[in-house]
């Protein structure tokens, strides 16, 4: 059975930074992408960032570009999201994802196959 477990979140002020950490069992996902979104009260979940896998590209949202990194511990079967200068506007359930399907990187809910329960970030003013 595939588990992904988000640890993390919590609360920071603005111009803060927080460290998210993803681990996966069941599987390895060395091949695959694996990714964060985010989904704030009342809106749809959306993408954040997104490795490809075997080392590969990296992707981010435009609203977090130049301040959140994502990264990977392939042996650890793990994925991290640095999230740095933190805004109000940040704040969000955040949750890690993991495409079956290797060697692509899509930005779509519907392309990733297993997800985490969800870590919450806020961000105070």
């Known amino acids: 059975q595939v588990q992904l477990v988000e640890s993390g979140g919590g609360l920071v002020q603005a111009g803060g930074s927080l460290r998210l950490s993803c681990a996966a069992s069941?599987?390895?996902?060395?091949?695959?992408?694996m990714g964060w979104f985010r989904q704030a009260p009342g809106k749809e979940r959306e993408f954040v960032a997104g490795e490809r896998g075997s080392g590969g590209s990296t992707y981010y949202s435009d609203s977090v570009k130049g301040r959140f990194t994502i990264s990977r511990d392939y042996a650890k079967n793990t994925v991290y999201l640095q999230m740095n200068s933190l805004k109000p506007e940040d704040t969000a359930v955040y949750y890690c994802a993991a495409d079956g399907v290797p060697g692509r990187l899509r930005t779509g809910i519907w392309a990733y196959d297993y997800w985490g329960q969800g870590t919450q970030v806020t961000v105070s003013s």
């Open positions: 069941g599987r390895t996902f060395s091949s695959s992408a």
